[in-house]
């Protein structure tokens, strides 16, 4: 079965760094390394996951303005896992993180909680 799997969340204060993985677990390598995959944010109260960082097979990045300059996408094609370097973490960072391609088309997995207290 088709799956993300995100790891690595937790509580970290205003102004620390984290870093959160996501394995593709299921699909075959051909199928994710030309795959673009995003990291998504849903914050407290919100229903609405918003896309923050994402990056092409090519390895090409884009990112929310929101976190410029202080987070940062990579992906591992071998291990079909895609890392998010958070930094200078401000308590507006906080939610569940969760990736999936720029289409949403991936079951969605249970993601990771990160808070970031003031």
Do not use: H
């Not at 940062?72 to 896992?81: E, L, M, P, Q, Y």
């Amino acid at each position: 079965q088709v799956r993300p799997v995100e790891s690595g969340g937790g509580n970290v204060q205003a102004g620390g760094s984290l870093t959160i993985s996501c394995k593709s677990v299921g699909l075959i390598t051909s199928v994710f390394n030309p795959k673009t995959m995003g990291w998504y944010r849903q914050a407290p109260g919100k229903q609405q996951r918003e896309l923050v960082a994402s990056i092409t097979g090519s390895k090409s990045t884009n990112y929310a303005d929101s976190v410029k300059g202080r987070f940062t996408i990579s992906r591992d094609n071998a291990k079909k896992t895609v890392y998010l370097r958070m930094s200078s973490l401000e308590p507006d960072d906080t939610g569940v993180y969760y990736c999936n391609d720029e289409g949403r088309e991936l079951p969605w997995g249970q993601g990771t909680q990160v808070t970031v207290s003031a």
